[in-house]
């Protein structure tokens, strides 16, 4: 290999990518595509979300609360770039075991939860760079693959009544997320049954399960819609919308007729098993381009 034969080789390395991994399949799945494209990983699991599966790559664990020793296996490992992926809880405060480097940092940390999801998470963002040197990217910029395609996933597709009641969710999920509350909505028969804030996707579906059976649609005849959206001008490398399996098997239970994100701007976890598993349950799943998204005069 000559000089410049070499020099080009190291131009062309990837940064060491470290994925945060919290609840469910996705870290996984991007561990796997980062490597297939010849990236190396290394795998710091959220103690009580990260599933044992991480154990399969370069990895560590670390407790919520514990940001000196997250910041150490940064720059030990040498990542040069981070994802955060998987479903984390909002932590209380007041029950975490916290290092002194969290402990510091503690003030700042309430101001950020002042400001809503996305202020905390562009805060510790920005802190993490800072403090590890390393860049925050998102997974979506390490495999488009992840991301749910425009167009029906599924053998259903909405019918009319089915695609005025995503219009309306589509009203209502603009608008909580114009206030950081939440990136979901269910809609049915033109009426907003329920929005998602703190509580998460699967609590508001089991709300809408509990509600009486006259607002929802059955399992024999289907109604209403789910629809999860980015929030207006949300952070995307941090925080996309996600659905998985369980998000198909609980809007089922809950009697609706589908689900609808944005094409390109949602994650979906194993995107042949939501498929198959919306098909098996009557459901439809859809991707709607960024202009179906756009709320009636906005």
């Not at 003030?107 to 562009?122: A, E, H």
């Not at 598993?277 to 709320?295: H, I, K």
């Amino acid at each position: 290999m000559t000089a410049s034969q070499s020099s080009g080789a190291s131009e062309s390395r990837l940064p060491k990518l470290a994925i945060v991994a919290g609840a469910g399949p996705l870290p996984v799945l991007l561990a796997k595509a980062a490597l297939s494209e010849g990236r190396e990983v290394f795998i710091i699991g959220i103690e009580g979300f990260a599933e044992p599966g991480i154990e399969a790559f370069p990895h560590a664990w670390n407790r919520l609360g514990a940001m000196g020793a997250f910041i150490r296996l940064l720059k030990e490992n040498r990542c040069e770039e981070m994802v955060l992926i998987g479903a984390v809880t909002r932590p209380d405060l007041r029950k975490l075991s916290l290092d002194m480097t969290a402990i510091r940092l503690l003030p700042k940390i309430r101001s950020w939860m002042k400001q809503g999801d996305d202020g905390l998470l562009r805060g510790l963002g920005g802190y993490i760079q800072e403090e590890a040197g390393v860049r925050i990217v998102g997974a979506h910029e390490i495999s488009d693959g992840l991301l749910a395609p425009e167009g029906n996933l599924t053998k259903r597709a909405p019918d009319e009544s089915q695609t005025s009641d995503i219009a309306v969710a589509i009203g209502a999920v603009r608008a909580i997320g114009a206030l950081d509350i939440g990136q979901g909505a269910v809609a049915c028969r033109g009426i907003v049954l329920a929005l998602e804030a703190a509580e998460g996707t699967d609590a508001m579906l089991d709300r809408v399960a509990s509600l009486p059976a006259h607002l929802h649609g059955t399992e024999a005849a289907r109604e209403g819609v789910l629809v999860k959206l980015p929030k207006p001008g949300q952070e995307r490398r941090l925080d996309l919308p996600t659905i998985g399996v369980r998000t198909v098997e609980k809007a089922a239970a809950a009697g609706l007729a589908g689900i609808a994100v944005e094409g390109g701007g949602a994650l979906v976890d194993d995107i042949d098993a939501v498929t198959e598993t919306a098909n098996r349950l009557g459901l439809f799943v859809v991707g709607l381009s960024p202009a179906e998204t756009r709320a009636e005069g906005s």
